[in-house]
């Protein structure tokens, strides 16, 4: 696919009387793996070429920066957040793997969420438009907020209902300060803002303001209400003191609470939140063991997270699951019982069935226990709508007439997933309202580039960059500092220079310089992915050109 309009394709100046020969060049833009894999961070490929090609093109390191972290915000305003909590799926893609390391590109993100928060760069409308439409969001976590701001962008008014008294859901009340501390949460938050959405806190709609209310005040509505509820695991002896769900605890420690937990803690699940809760119980001094029905393979948590939580003490306990909570006379929890598991074979999510080992119960001794084995939403005043079980149920992002939703509320998911849903349903509404029905944006469907096209030959070989970090006992502080840090910019600009530009042409001259009859024409104006014109009248069918260009840009025809 020719994916820009300036940007010659085959063909230009070639002869009707030409037998198709076999060694004539096209340009061919193809798509990179890191692309492929990411829901949500705009073309990889495009901002780290902005800043690798910025010679070429002309720009200040400034301005490539400033390009590069826009490239970004067109579809993810939250580059920072994610920068620091991704689990980064482009990464394990990237074809640079085939050669020494991937592109370290979550820590690049990262870097350029930071520097765009440092140096004040603010969002911006698409253009002078002001539209009529007043739009209400639920929820202002990064879906609700995402949906937003993509609205307010293009020039509509927009009100977010939140029931909490600050912005950012899981975000804020869930990932724990020392993964993401809330200072870079607010500078986000607060630059969506100021593009005019308005927040209205403290407000449960579907109690407060009931649905169908909402809907006659606004045009349309998106639903954003993630997954607030932990559920319970059904043991005797959960309900009463010293048992907290993972999402109450944690949202208690990140508004600020101190939580008397005592010294032995134990937290059941093997998910973000099961980690996150006994990595922060962990820095309280207490000796924390999880337990999980599953072995560690299964566990749905961030694999680095969890080795993140052994290097700092937590123990793991897998196949074992609670059976029951024992409690002294006076009802203060003394320990956990647990049986150990064996696998079955696998269940309808892929995963193997983990099934009770008879007689083989075990007392853990405990002051408290977090029970983080899964979330649901509170559909509460929502119970009209299509839902499957306690998730809303979309088609398109669809509920009804100008009603969208996205995000947890769905089903438990990862902040990208959440952050690209309410992008989508935005571009959907905007096309719909507009009266565009076709509009719908067209995601890359181009063929995806493979390592075996790279000249891997054309770089120096050498590792990514490494994300510096606190040292385990500086980490174990209740004040939680931030375990990792941004890499230096510096880091940053030796980084770029390791793509490969997979699939798009990064002007490295290679194809021109070996044309004798000169075929390749560089174009007055120039940018990532396009800096030559093909002409093949005079083309002496060697093939060179094809086989020196380093990112497999050029094919044979
Ligand atoms: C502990 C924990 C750790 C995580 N770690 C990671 C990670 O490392 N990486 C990652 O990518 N993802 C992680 N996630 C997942 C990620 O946080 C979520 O996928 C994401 O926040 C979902 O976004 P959302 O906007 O759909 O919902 P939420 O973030 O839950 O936001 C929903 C918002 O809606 C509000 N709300 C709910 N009901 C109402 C109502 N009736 N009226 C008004 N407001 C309402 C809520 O108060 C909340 O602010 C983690 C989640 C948790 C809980
Ligand atoms: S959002 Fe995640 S997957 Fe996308 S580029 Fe950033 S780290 Fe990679
Ligand atoms: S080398 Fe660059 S373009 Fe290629 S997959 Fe890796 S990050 Fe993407
Ligand atoms: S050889 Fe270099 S300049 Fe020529 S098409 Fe390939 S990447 Fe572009």
Redesign the pocket.
């Known amino acids: 696919m020719n994916r820009n309009p300036q940007k010659p394709g085959l063909g230009t100046g070639v002869s009707p009387h030409r037998i198709t020969p076999v060694y004539r060049p096209q340009q061919v833009e193809k798509q990179a793996p890191c692309q492929a894999a990411c829901p949500n961070c705009g073309d990889i490929r495009q901002w780290i070429g902005t800043v690798a090609q910025r010679n070429k093109t002309g720009l200040s390191r400034e301005e490539a920066l400033a390009r590069a972290w826009r490239i970004i915000v067109d579809v993810n305003p939250f580059p920072s957040c994610l920068g620091r909590?991704?689990?980064h799926p482009c990464e394990q893609d990237c074809n640079r793997s085939g050669l020494d390391e991937p592109l370290a590109i979550n820590a690049m993100e990262r870097f350029l969420g930071d520097y765009a928060i440092e140096q004040g760069l603010p969002l911006e409308h698409m253009d002078d438009a002001v539209r009529e439409e007043w739009i209400g969001v639920?929820?202002?976590?990064?879906?609700?907020l995402s949906f937003a701001y993509q609205m307010a962008r293009r020039g509509y008014r927009v009100t977010v209902?939140?029931?909490?008294n600050r912005?950012?859901?899981?975000?804020r009340y869930?990932?724990p300060d020392y993964?993401l501390p809330q200072p870079v949460l607010d500078a986000e938050i607060e630059r969506i803002l100021a593009l005019g959405v308005e927040l209205e806190l403290g407000?449960?709609?579907?109690r407060d303001i009931t649905l169908e209310n909402l809907r006659k005040r606004h045009a349309a509505i998106y639903l954003?209400?993630?997954?607030?509820m932990g559920r319970a695991m059904g043991i005797p002896g959960e309900a009463g003191p010293g048992v907290w769900t993972?999402?109450d605890y944690?949202a208690a420690v990140n508004s600020g609470a101190t939580v008397p937990l005592g010294p032995r803690v134990i937290v059941v699940g093997g998910g973000?939140?099961a980690i996150?809760a006994a990595r922060t119980a962990r820095r309280t001094g207490a000796r924390v063991t999880i337990l999980y029905r599953r072995s560690r393979e299964e566990m749905p948590a961030?694999s680095a997270?969890v080795d993140d939580a052994l290097e700092e003490g937590v123990e793991l306990i897998v196949l074992a699951a609670p059976v029951r909570v024992e409690r002294a006379e006076d009802g203060m929890i003394t320990g956990v019982t647990a049986c150990r598991m064996k696998l079955a074979d696998a269940d309808p999510s892929g995963r193997r069935r983990p099934l009770p080992v008879e007689g083989s119960e075990f007392t853990a001794e405990a002051d408290a226990l977090i029970a983080a084995v899964s979330?649901s939403p509170?559909i509460d005043?929502f119970d009209a709508l299509d839902h499957e079980g306690p998730w809303l149920h979309v088609h398109d992002g669809g509920l009804g007439k100008n009603l969208f939703a996205?995000?947890?509320?769905l089903g438990?998911?990862?902040?990208?997933?959440?952050i690209v849903q309410g992008r989508r349903a935005a571009e959907r509404l905007h096309a719909h309202l507009r009266g565009d029905n076709h509009a719908e944006a067209q995601e890359q469907d181009q063929p995806q580039i493979g390592a075996e096209r790279l000249k891997f030959e054309s770089r120096p070989p050498g590792p990514a960059t490494k994300t510096p970090r606190l040292p385990v006992q500086a980490r174990l502080s209740a004040d939680l500092p931030e375990v990792a840090a941004t890499i230096s910019e510096n880091a940053f600009l030796a980084e770029v220079e390791r793509c490969y530009s997979c699939g798009s042409c990064m002007g490295c001259e290679q194809c021109s310089m070996f044309c004798t009859p000169g075929c390749f024409t560089r174009l007055e104006e120039v940018g990532p992915g396009m800096y030559f014109t093909l002409a093949l009248d005079n083309c002496e069918e060697c093939g060179k050109c094809v086989e020196v260009c380093p990112c497999g840009f050029l094919d044979v025809h």
């Not at 912005?167 to 975000?171: F, N």
């Not at 438990?412 to 959440?418: K, S, V, Y």
């Open positions: 909590i991704c689990p639920v929820g202002a976590g990064p879906s609700g209902y939140e029931e909490k912005a950012g859901g899981m975000l869930g990932v993964r407000v449960v709609i579907g954003g209400m993630g997954a607030q993972g999402t944690l973000n939140t996150d961030i997270e979330q509170a005043g996205g995000g947890d509320v438990l998911g990862i902040a990208g997933n959440a």
